[in-house]
């Protein structure tokens, strides 16, 4: 997301783009050079000294908070000249440690928005017998947030039988579900375009987290843009990231701790307000979260690094993005 997506995009506006592996390419000379959560070791380390010694400059890039490591003296981000993060929060705990940080949030993909547009424009030729909240969790890290939550379903499930849910990844959750038989629906593995083709049952998408973990406050607020392509209204716990992105009551609700089963209410009993929130949260993506708009911030960013690289090394050559598994180079 943050360094093939850019690429791509960049790549649209004129920039020639190459990816490869970290262990595979040598650094060019006089270029911009972007580090994408690359681990900090030695390799990485001997790399960004070569890289300096060849007059680049180079950045460091990362999506969450990986304070703990950066606190470290000897981390590869002291060799950096800045560091660019995806959430305000995330600037806020790095800029304690570093300067400076520059904020470029995370975008979705023109395959993601083509598969959304496909979505939005079929999603109300099935069946809609039921309202469909779902909770997409993906990763095996969120069993805490979904607790948050867990007993408002179960109680709304069992008061409104025009209700179903959807829970999608590695979830530890209540055996109580399974009373509700066909309307609680659980995919433990699923391909990426099964986990996409999801969202065309889907009537609210849920998005909890627990606030009182940093780690959370400095994740993107990546469910709601997942599901707002798609024209569906997210719910979501009030983090820095939902908090900058969901203008509650006219693109999402937010919910904390009791009130998430009377914002869920509002939307079960409210077609028209799942609607209305939908195509909300949609245009923003149009406006906001698409390649086009993120790549003008990398755009200026560049600039402005050309700018300090000219002082110290001459013209620019290369721009690359390096992460353990990627090497993308720009050239214009």
């Known amino acids: 997301m943050r360094c093939l997506q850019p690429a791509e995009s960049l790549g649209e506006k004129g920039f020639d783009v190459e ?28 790399f960004l000294r070569l890289a300096r010694s060849y007059g680049n400059v180079l950045v460091y890039d990362t ?63 099935g069946d809609n017998k039921y309202v469909t909240m779902a909770y997409l969790s ?32 590695k979830l530890n959750f209540s055996k109580d579900f399974f009373q509700f038989q066909d309307r609680f629906i659980n995919y433990e593995f699923m391909s990426y375009t099964d986990y996409v083709n999801l969202y065309k049952c889907i009537d609210i998408n849920l998005a ?22 798609c024209g569906i209204p997210t719910v979501a716990s009030p983090t820095d990231s939902y908090l900058h992105a969901i203008e509650p009551g006219v693109n999402g609700l937010l919910a904390s701790g009791g009130e998430w089963k009377s914002q869920l209410i509002k939307l079960i009993n409210n077609s028209e307000l799942r609607r209305e ?28 690094l050309k700018d300090q690289q000219n002082v110290r090394s001459g013209p620019l050559r290369r721009l690359a993005c390096l992460t353990s598994v990627y090497l993308t180079r720009l050239i214009r």
């Open 63 to 125: 999506d969450d908070l990986t304070i703990i490591e950066a606190k470290q003296k000897d981390h590869v981000m002291h060799l950096c000249d800045a560091i660019t993060v995806s959430t305000e929060f995330l600037k806020k705990e790095f800029a304690k440690h570093f300067e400076p940080v520059i904020v470029i949030r995370n975008a979705l993909s023109s395959a993601y928005w083509q598969a959304a547009t496909a979505i939005r424009e079929s999603k109300y030729e």
């Open 208 to 229: 909890p987290l627990d606030v009182d973990k940093p780690f959370n406050q400095g994740r993107s607020e990546l469910k709601y843009m997942e599901a707002g392509a």
């Open 277 to 304: 929130l939908g195509v909300k949260a949609c245009a923003d993506m149009s406006a906001n979260y698409l390649g086009d708009s993120r790549v003008r911030e990398y755009i200026d960013l560049i600039h402005r």
């Open 19 to 46: 990816v490869g592996n970290i262990r595979k390419v040598l650094p060019t000379k006089n270029g911009i050079i972007f580090f994408h959560r690359t681990p900090s070791n030695a390799f990485t380390r001997s």
């Open 138 to 169: 993906g990763s095996a890290t969120h069993d805490d947030d979904f607790k948050i939550i867990e007993q408002s379903l179960l109680e709304l499930l069992n008061q409104y039988d025009q209700t179903r849910l959807i829970l999608a990844g």
